[in-house]
């Protein structure tokens, strides 16, 4: 049974957040029941600008403008250095097809030569929604990384961000405009537990106040050790990676958009080339610094596919949840419409199908995400 209330404790700079509903009804409903009325409207613009694939060029610095198969490597290769001091270090490797002990010492030397140094994060340079995304402690751990990895895939080995506070910041800038705005902010906390020398993780678990409702998420993650009594003060995070379908948790974090964090966003967004939409994933210090737009670290960049993480807010609904997709997407058709009076021309829709098939090919190859 859900309780009335909970408070959501967040990581470290993050607010606590009374929430009356742990579990929004709609948080897990079927895809098509939040796209269908996206593809409806997308039907009716497409019609009226006489093309169904102008989100596409959006963002013309992006492959298909980042709606899907694009590399995250090449998203952050298109950043300027004002864009890049706001990135956390990061190296792009391919896995070869045999793991030799010359191969685990190459990729060590690279990776000290990059400044990143255990721990550090591991996923797909081509990937989406956490799929793949490891944290990694130990060489070990990150031999058994790319042991598991399919051959002749890039790995994008990034630093672990100073700071434990994560928002998820949705940027939108029209061309020929000097400024843009935050169509939304959305908070995100990672659940974990403590335990305490008497309850196995599954009991802990199931008497987490925000994570039971998404135990069977967690359950996945952990199945190895789901028996085990977990000593106490050990903690133990449920997730690591910031998805909603992988475990975390979002609050709408509209209330802390500001004058001076927008202009920061500006700021960044305008040294990526060809970059006009999109989520910037960030890790921030507190609060406080958020709002001023300083100690960020931007963790990824997502294009015209990027969801408004605030729409997982379990107190928002389902009909907001679609009035911003919806307003998302038209957006993408009004930009991509500016855009192609400059020249840019969107691409076929075989070639977004061909794109998509082959991520949905390989999201089934990648290791178990954290």
Sequence with gaps: MIKPSVTLVGQAGMPHYPVSRQLGWFEFLPTWCFYTPVVVQSIGLGLYYRSLTLPLIANPGIRLSGMVGEAKSEVFAQAGDTAQRYIAAYWRWTRPNAITPSIKKTLL????????????????????RGAGVQRIDTEKKLFAYISTFPPDRDIIFQALAPYDAEAGVFYIRYPGEESGHIFSLGLKYLPAVIGDGKHTLAALIQHHDAASVR???????????????????????????????RGAIFKDGAAWITPA????????????????????????????SLKKGEALCIVEINGASSEPAHIWDSEGGYLQAIRALLHQYRHLYHIGARLRLQGHKPPSVFALLRAWYQEKRWMKQYPETD
């Design 215 to 245: 135990g069977h998420l967690y359950h996945q993650r952990h199945h190895h050790q789901l028996d085990e009594v977990i000593p106490a003060g050990v903690r133990i995070p449920l997730a690591f990676s910031g998805s909603h379908c």
């Design 261 to 288: 964090l927008t202009a920061k966003m500006d700021t960044i967004a305008k040294d990526i080339n060809g970059f006009y939409f999109g989520r910037f994933d960030i890790k921030f210090r507190d609060m406080a």
């Design 109 to 128: 030397a690279e990776l000290a030569r990059a400044g990143i140094a255990m721990p550090l994060v591991a996923k797909p340079d081509k990937g989406c």
